[in-house]
């Protein structure tokens, strides 16, 4: 069993659309990254948080530590941020990815 | 700019050869880290390295070897006892594997004939 669990694992929104991402663990963490990975594959790092929420543009990641689980949130989406969304967990030093999940825009 | 670089970004090889992926990162950091990435799964460790001239098994180091002989590079030699190894790999590095933000290469597509 995946100690990382998110969904929905495919996602399709039209241009505009407020869009969540969930993601779940079972492991105590130290950190927990929200990771976008573009179709061309490369992966760049989007959030890391420990506790509370953080915002980049429209972008917004909260995590409840107690309840173990974390959301993505997309305000105001656009086709550009169709990609895969990747929750990972660092936990004693290992790292552990969820499965993503695959978002699409369309205008 | 800092960051990771993966090489070739694509690469095709006959059954039976070994080929080696370069990583090389030039961010200061002790971590780095061999993904592997097959369709509709997670990413999974082959090997990782905290320190120069140090490394670890990952979760499916079988059939792979890495060297560590500068803290820059990491290399991973996908060798012809990888039953499987068409898949698409990643490396990564942080600073610290446990509070430290992660970066990532572009990422190293192999396809075996």
């Known amino acids: 069993k995946n100690e990382v669990e998110q969904s929905p694992q495919n996602l399709t929104a039209q241009e505009g659309e407020f869009i969540t991402i969930n993601c779940s663990y079972s492991?105590?963490?130290?950190?927990l990254h929200w990771l976008q990975q573009h179709p061309g594959g490369g992966i760049v790092s989007l959030f890391m948080?420990?506790?509370g929420k953080k915002k980049h543009g429209r972008l917004i990641a909260t995590i409840n530590i107690q309840e173990k689980h974390s959301s993505l949130h997309i305000t105001a989406s656009h086709p550009r941020d169709s990609a895969v969304y990747i929750c990972?967990?660092?936990?004693?030093?290992?790292?552990?990815f969820g499965a993503g999940t695959q978002v699409v825009v369309t205008p | 700019d800092g960051g990771i670089t993966q090489s070739p970004k694509y690469l095709f090889r006959k059954e039976g050869q070994n080929v080696t992926l370069s990583c090389e990162q030039n961010?200061?950091?002790?971590?780095m880290y061999w993904y592997r990435q097959d369709p509709g799964q997670g990413l999974r460790l082959i090997y990782y390295?905290?320190?120069?001239?140090?490394?670890q098994k990952g979760d499916i180091a079988e059939g792979y070897s890495v060297s560590r002989e500068k803290k820059e590079s990491f290399p991973l030699t996908v060798t012809s006892a990888q039953k499987n190894p068409t898949a698409f790999y990643l490396c990564?590095?942080?600073?610290?594997?446990?509070?430290?933000?992660?970066?990532f290469g572009e990422g190293s597509r192999l396809t075996v004939l």
């Open positions: 390295s905290q320190i120069v001239n140090d490394f």
């Open positions: 492991v105590g963490i130290s950190a």
């Open positions: 961010l200061n950091h002790d971590a």
């Open positions: 948080l420990s506790s």
């Open positions: 990564a590095s942080t600073i610290n594997r446990d509070t430290g933000e992660l970066f």
């Open positions: 990972a967990v660092s936990s004693w030093g290992k790292l552990q």
